[in-house]
């Protein structure tokens, strides 16, 4: 997967059509393309963010993290995948849609 840039992968991850915490994507992303570390686990977050501020994500639920599964005291976000997302995602080669 690290030849693959980490927003297609994202998107990739969502084309199930299930909704997915930003943690449980952040750590599947950090498996697969072996980034350790605070400033990496963000990074990819940020990418998250920057999905869903595009329109390709939605956020369906929020939750605070009082368990530290991702960053105590931080604000959870559940994503789903849109359908301009869909589109971009098969406009990207990830899959056709």
């Not at 992303?29 to 963010?49: A, K, T, V, W």
């Not at 994500?57 to 605070?64: G, I, M, R, S, T």
């Not at 995602?89 to 899959?95: I, K």
Request: with cysteine.
């Amino acid at each position: 997967m690290g030849n693959r840039p980490i927003k297609f992968r994202i998107l990739e991850l969502f084309l199930d059509d299930k909704e997915h915490w930003n943690y449980e994507i952040v750590s599947k992303i950090q498996e697969e393309y072996n980034m350790q570390g605070n400033f990496q686990r963000d990074s990819i977050n940020f990418d998250i963010l920057e999905l869903a501020s595009g329109g390709m994500l939605k956020d369906v639920e929020q939750k605070v993290d009082d368990k530290g599964v991702y960053k105590k005291d931080f604000l959870l976000h559940k994503y789903a995948i849109t359908d301009f997302g869909k589109v971009r995602g098969s406009d990207a080669c990830l899959r056709y849609v």
